[in-house]
């Protein structure tokens, strides 16, 4: 279920998007997006944990990460970074890593761009996740393998680290 600062659209039909209010500053959380020692702390659906094997923030940086899961299966992915403005936006590739296809058997989509915004409210932080794919069909692979509610409860993770920090 999502909480009422919640929001899940479709621009597009190609297009995902989900927003989520952080009661956090926009600098604070940008760096825990994009900081390997705050991304393990959060990143993956509540009850998994985040190895991040590689952050280089920048265009043409890469990244690369793995989430394992509570019975040990881990799920790695791999981005390639397209576009960055420090505390505003964030533009990536989003792809399931080799080894992926091996603990999920399923078609995996293919070919997401993700976009991060992060917009000042007045020390609060509204951020956007906007995951394009290339083709309908591709975004209905991915909404059935549980993006929506697998970054609703990433989004939850982030919101109780928040609250530490």
């Known amino acids: 279920m999502m909480s009422k600062n919640d929001s899940t659209d479709t621009q597009c039909d190609r297009e995902i998007v989900i927003t989520r209010i952080f009661n956090a500053p926009r ?51 791999k981005g390639v970074f397209r576009e960055i403005v420090p505390f505003e936006r964030i533009v990536t590739s989003d792809e399931f890593d080799e080894g992926f296809e091996k603990v999920m058997n399923t078609d995996l989509p293919r070919g997401m761009v993700m976009t991060v915004i992060f917009e000042d409210l007045a020390g609060k932080t509204k951020l956007t996740l906007r995951i394009m794919h290339e083709s309908i069909e591709e975004r209905r692979k991915h909404e059935e393998m549980g993006v929506v509610a697998g970054w609703n409860s990433s989004f939850d993770c982030m919101d109780e680290y928040l609250a530490q920090l």
């Open 27 to 77: 600098k604070l959380v940008f760096e825990v997006w994009t900081q390997p020692e705050h991304v393990v702390q959060w990143w993956g659906p509540k009850g998994f944990t985040t190895r991040v094997t590689e952050t280089d923030l920048r265009p043409g940086g890469k990244s690369s990460y793995v989430m394992i899961a509570p019975d040990g299966k881990e799920y790695p992915a």
